[in-house]
């Protein structure tokens, strides 16, 4: 094995819409409805896809006028919805960096939102070679053109390279191209598998 892709969200860094809302909204059913009716991760996947959020933001808030200020918040508050890293996992990325194993990443993430975010944390991101998101390329994991174009982009070969995700339908797309696709489920798991693989985690 000669290279590792890291996916972002879930696994080097926690994220999710409650870790916002909770901020503006109360505990309760009224919080439970909102993410489960308005803002919800499946309507954030456009912006992953590549769509504006000013356009995302009109749409849903005709649809859900009454919470027009909190469908605003989105945008400019995302950061507030990644609370910080997974625990271990920049330790490990500055392991392997140390030990001069090539680190790229591919991530969902939106065009407009990715920008910000990385250059906050820039500490952990310019440790990686190269880094595919989803939003500029408007192309999502688990489809198999953004993992080719990666490859590519990053002149890899599937095979021997090591994929990590937590979803395991972008973990069976990584298979699918020749990669060796690693389910994350945290790094007690992790570690000793990239191990098993001959890196130095």
């Known amino acids: 094995m000669s290279a590792i892709i890291f996916d972002i ?3 080097l860094y926690d994220w999710d819409p409650r870790f916002l809302y909770e901020r503006l909204i109360p505990r309760g059913e009224a919080l439970e409805s909102f993410l489960r009716d308005v803002v919800t991760v499946d309507w954030h996947f456009q ?5 504006d959020f000013a356009d995302t933001s009109a749409e849903l808030t005709a649809l859900h006028p009454h919470h027009a200020d909190l ?10 919805s990644i609370p910080g890293p997974i625990p271990g996992m920049h330790d490990l990325v500055a392991r392997l960096d140390a030990a ?3 680190l790229f990443a591919i991530t969902n ?24 998101v989803s939003g500029e390329e408007k192309l999502v994991k688990p489809d198999a053109a953004i993992y080719r174009l990666a490859l590519d ?16 339908a972008n973990v069976a797309g990584a298979d699918a191209m020749g990669m060796t ?21």
């Open 153 to 168: 982009r990053f002149g890899l070969p599937a095979k021997g390279t090591v994929f990590i995700d937590d979803n395991a």
């Open 47 to 51: 912006h992953d896809a590549g769509r």
């Open 71 to 80: 469908i605003a918040a989105w945008g400019p508050r995302f950061a507030e």
């Open 100 to 102: 001069g194993v090539p």
């Open 109 to 132: 993430f939106s065009h407009e939102f990715f920008p910000p975010f990385r250059a906050t944390e820039a500490a952990l991101f310019d440790r990686f070679r190269g880094i595919v």
């Open 181 to 201: 696709g690693i389910l994350f489920t945290g790094i007690d798991d992790l570690v000793p598998r990239l191990r098993a693989l001959g890196f130095p985690a």
């Open 9 to 11: 969200g879930r696994v």
